[in-house]
């Protein structure tokens, strides 16, 4: 019979952990916070000052190991949280893959990537809700920007209905990167570094998790994962504003973000929500995509708007962000994503592909010029 865990006794074992200042200890100091225990598995988070979020590196390591030593407690999972003045949470470098903390990557423009070595950007692609097509989007965009000569790898970040590997004709589980099995390697597919949740856990098993371990995830598939070095990591995003994005937006800098939209007026209304989450994060908007613009006939090549039209063009002008292209609503694009093989690497000379690549093209241009890469992580401030 398996030893039931309590947070009684999580927090008694984390009272042997001294506060920053090695005084009292960290439960007392009230820095201790959604405890989360789910199948021998072990979720917190502790709040310090963003200033010292670093130093205090090895008392996270402390407080993992001393609920370790609980018994049935399979795996723990700590998260440095910094807090700002008035105790409101803020983001604050997080912890390295084996522990410690892992050394920042540079970008073009100098400068630091926290937590993400050899990744120079990292983008975004999300949507107000689901059903317009985004993690096609984000798949074929990788690719685009791969066939535009910028090292690529790509991360499903949509924890609860992760879709690359059916996109992408991947089967199988990442193997470990050492000895120490903490490292994972990246899957690969039509020369993509990749790593998605349905790597993990079969396709029919649903994920049943809060937000303290949806952000444990994200922070493992980006952290430990031998990712090679990269120009760019784009990160397909679940739809909506919720724990994925506001966990990606606290972790690493991102040096932008690409809204998809379809062209009817409900679509716009969520995806201008997406926009202005991004907007009040801090994070470039690199412009919005609409796609399912219109219909092309595979017979007879006649064009139909069945969703309307240009609506996501006039969004972009109304909101002041670039409009990056139209992606139509055709078959082959349908068919491929379903075969596991994007159109961009189907047909790279098709004017699917095309259509991808000058998408691609156009939010890189934006990336290079303003070196985005250089501004310093956002912070969060969840308002009462």
Sequence with gaps: MSTQITKAAVLEALRRVKGPDMEGNIVDLDLVSEVVIANGKVYFSISVPPDRAKELEPLREAAEQVVSEIEGVESVSAVLTAEREGGAPAAGPAPGANGGSRPAAAGPAGGQMAGVPGIRNIIAVASGKGGVGKSTTSVNLALAFQANGIKTGLLDADVYGPSLPRLLGLSGQPQPADESREILKPMEAFGLETMSMGYLVDE????????????????????????????????????????????????????????????????????????????????????????????????????????????ARSEAEKLGVPFLGEVPLHMDIRETSDAGRPVVASDPEGPHAKVYREIAAKAWEQIAEAGQSAQPAPKIVMEQ
């Design 204 to 311: 029919a098993t649903p994920v049943i998790w809060r937000g303290p371990m949806v952000m444990s995830a994200l922070t493992q598939m980006l952290r430990q994962v031998a990712w090679s070095d990269l120009d760019l990591l784009v990160v397909d995003m679940p739809p909506g504003t919720g724990d994925a994005q506001l966990t990606m937006a606290q972790q690493v800098p991102l040096a932008g973000a690409i809204i998809v939209s379809t062209p009817q007026d409900l679509a716009l209304i969520d995806a201008r929500k997406g926009l202005n989450m991004f907007r009040k994060v801090n994070v470039p908007l690199l412009g919005i995509v609409e796609n399912m613009s219109y219909f092309l006939c595979p017979k007879c090549g006649e064009r139909s708007d069945i969703f309307g039209h240009g609506g």
